[in-house]
C-alpha cells in the first residue's frame, strides 16, 4: 500500500517530577494538546517520562509501587486524548505485567487515534534500571498513515544498532527513541554521534526525546531532545529541529519521509544494487557469524527463555 510522506512530528524536553505520576500526567497532557495546536501527528516524550528515572539509593520501592498495567488508568486516560485529538503519542512508562505482576517494564506506551495500541519493552535495560526492569524481548512497530514506526529506548539505540536496522529493513522511515541520557562526562558525544550514526546507516528519520533537569538527589538530564533525518544531499543527516538543552521544550518539524527512500535507493541498502543486483546488506551472512559467536562461547550470558514471537506491526 501507498503511504504519505509528509508529517508533523514533537519531541517535548521534559522535566519528571521522581515520583509524581499524577502531576507529571497532568502536564503530558498540556505538551499533547500544545502538539496538537501546532500541527503535530506524531508526539514524543521521554523514558520514564510518567514517573521520574532514578532509584532511590537501593530501594525499588518507587519503581514497583507506581507501575502500572497497559492498558490501565494513565493509558486509558491518555488514549482519551489521543482518540479526541486524532495522533500518536509515544512516552515512557513502567509497566506492570497484567498477567503477573510481580513484573515490571521500562516501557514506551504507544497510543493512537484508535486509543491504546501497546507497549515497547525496553531490551537494554541499562545500569541500575536492572534492579527492577525485565528485559523485555520483542521489537515493536506500528502502523500510521506515513507507513510504520519502529521504536527504540535509550540505550537500545546507542549501543545496539540492530534494533533500528531491523525496523528499517521492514519498511519503517520514522525511528522514536524516547530516552535518559544523564548529563555525564561525554554525554554529547555518546547521544548525538552515535543517533547521527542510526540516520545514516539506515536512511532513517530519528525523533529522540530527553529528560530534562534534576531527578532525583544529584542525578540532572541535560535534554538535547531534536529531531533529525537524512538531507537532501543524501550521504549527511539535517536537524530537522535543533537539540535544546538544560530547559523544557516542545520541538517540532514537518518531515519528508520520501527521503528516507531516496537515500536508502543511494545507498542500496535493501533494494537491489544496480551492479550486483543483490542488495548490499546481507542477513543471512550476519546470521552464521552470530551463531559462531555462540558456538565458540564468545558470549558471557546464558540463554534466557524467550515467549512466543508476537506480530512486529500493530
Known amino acids: 500500500m501507498g503511504y504519505e510522506n509528509i508529517v508533523t512530528v514533537a519531541s517535548v524536553n521534559f522535566n519528571a517530577e521522581w515520583g509524581n505520576k499524577a502531576g507529571n500526567l497532568e502536564r503530558i497532557k498540556g505538551y499533547i494538546q500544545a502538539a ?23 530501594s ?22 489521543t482518540k479526541s485529538l486524532g495522533l500518536y503519542v509515544v512516552l515512557g512508562m513502567i509497566e506492570k505485567d497484567a498477567e503477573d505482576p510481580a513484573l515490571i517494564y521500562n516501557s514506551a506506551l504507544v497510543l493512537g487515534p484508535e486509543g491504546v495500541i501497546g507497549s515497547y519493552r525496553k531490551i537494554h535495560p541499562a545500569g541500575k534500571e536492572s534492579m527492577w526492569a525485565k528485559k523485555g524481548s520483542e521489537p515493536l512497530m506500528f502502523d500510521t498513515p506515513w507507513g510504520p514506526v519502529g521504536v527504540g529506548i535509550c540505550y537500545d ?19 522514536l527513541n524516547p530516552t535518559a541520557v544523564s548529563e555525564i562526562e561525554g ?49 549527511s543527516t539535517r536537524y530537522y529541529a535543533e537539540p535544546v538543552e538544560q530547559h ?11 527521503l528516507a527512500d531516496k537515500a536508502r535507493k543511494l545507498l542500496t541498502l535493501f533494494n537491489d544494487n544496480p551492479i550486483t543486483g543483490l542488495p548490499d546488506w546481507r542477513p543471512d551472512i550476519y546470521v552464521r557469524m552470530l551463531e559462531e559467536i555462540k558456538r565458540h562461547k ?17
Not at 523544557?248 to 520520501?258: F, G, N, P
Request: proline content about 6%; charged content about 20%.
Open 36 to 58: 496538537a495546536d501546532r500541527g503535530a501527528k506524531i508526539v514524543l516524550f521521554p523514558e520514564t517520562a510518567l514517573t521520574g528515572y532514578d532509584v532511590k539509593g537501593d
Open 60 to 81: 525499588i520501592e518507587m519503581q514497583v509501587g507506581i507501575a502500572e498495567t497497559i492498558p490501565g488508568p494513565a493509558s486509558d486516560g491518555l488514549a482519551a486524548l
Open 157 to 175: 539505540s546507542y549501543c545496539f544498532p540492530e534494533l533500528t536496522r531491523h525496523y528499517s529493513a521492514l519498511g519503517s522511515r520514522l525511528y
Open 187 to 235: 554525554w554529547q558525544e555518546f547521544y548525538y554521534t552515535t543517533l547521527k550514526s542510526r540516520v545514516i546507516e539506515n536512511g532513517t528519520f530519528l525523533v529522540s526525546s530527553n529528560l530534562v533537569g534534576p531527578d532525583l538527589g544529584s542525578l540532572k538530564f541535560p535534554g538535547g531532545s531534536m529531531i533529525i533525518g537524512p538531507s537532501v544531499n543524501m550521504l
Open 248 to 258: 523544557e521544550e516542545l520541538l517540532v518539524a514537518t518531515l519528508d519521509l520520501s
Open 298 to 314: 564468545k558470549w558471557g550470558g546464558k540463554e534466557e527463555a524467550q515467549p512466543e514471537p508476537a506480530l512486529s506491526v500493530h
